[in-house]
């Protein structure tokens, strides 16, 4: 194993060599490949919560700190109605993290170190409890027009470490409501998803805990919408993970 890092790090070096990639934050040389389009020294000035920061235990939204007792038990003011269990960012959508989500979406491709980050939020508490993942799905005009669906991409990324099943057959979205989403307030996102997502085999979200992952959650209104799809066809628990946390 420890021979197979030394490689794989070495074949990393040899290529950032002979293809060096510029930070898309400072424009300085990425070091490694496996930091994505941005440096090691933005990554350390990129936030990622480590499970000890204060946050709302229902929609993951960053909070004034509270003491250790009562950590878990906060709740912000923004997020009900929601469907969803929990939802759990790696950190804020800002640095490192805004760009690897930007990168995503031009790019099928998880950096390592987006990875592993990714692996350690699903694998605290509660988010540790799912037994299945599952994408949110992109319309199919729109994943057409991409050619991929960057949160399948990640689905698959997460499965191979936390060697859990990808289901991306069960949920599907019906309607596409894009293109009437820039501007809208919370209220108003969550009134163009309403009904935008169905689960085509009930049969395999059963009594599942369900880890539904998506790149950035912003209001929370389709991964919520997609929650109350998921919940009503049987599942046991939703759990969202994405790779930032807007703070609108």
């Given amino acids: ?8 790090l070495l074949y990393d070096g040899l290529l950032t060599v002979a293809y060096p990639q510029v930070c ?24 990622v919560f480590t499970g000890d920061e204060t ?35 790696i950190g804020p ?17 998880v950096p ?4 592993i ?22 319309h199919e005009t729109r994943r057409r027009a991409r050619g991929f669906n ?24 019906v309607s596409s409501s894009d293109k009437y989403r820039a501007g809208l307030d919370a209220k108003g996102r969550r009134e163009t998803v309403a009904g935008a997502f169905e689960v085509r085999h009930p049969k395999l979200i059963a009594n599942e805990n369900v880890l539904l992952v998506d790149d950035v959650f912003t209001t929370g209104a389709t991964v919520s919408a997609c929650a109350e799809a998921l919940i009503a066809a ?6 969202v993970l994405t790779i930032a946390r807007a703070s609108l």
């Fill in 55 to 89: 946050i709302c235990w229902k929609c993951g939204l960053l909070l004034e700190a509270a003491p250790p007792p009562f950590r878990d038990q906060v709740r912000c003011s923004r997020c009900e109605p929601q469907f969803f269990t929990a939802a759990r960012p």
């Fill in 117 to 138: 980050l990714l692996a350690a939020v699903a694998m605290r508490p509660p988010l540790n409890l799912s037994t299945r993942i599952v994408p949110v799905p992109l």
């Fill in 24 to 47: 898309s934050i400072c424009y300085r040389s990425v070091e490694q490949r496996t930091f994505g389009v941005t440096c090691e020294s933005c990554w350390q000035k990129t936030r």
């Fill in 112 to 115: 390592e170190h987006v990875e």
């Fill in 234 to 239: 049987g599942a046991g628990n939703v759990f």
């Fill in 93 to 109: 959508y800002e640095g490192a993290l805004r760009e690897s989500v930007l990168e995503l979406k031009r790019q099928p491709h």
């Fill in 150 to 173: 960057q949160a399948t991409v990640l689905a698959e990324s997460l499965s191979r470490r936390l060697r859990l099943p990808v289901d991306e057959v069960s949920l599907s979205r």
């Fill in 1 to 8: 194993m420890f021979l197979t890092q030394v490689v794989l």
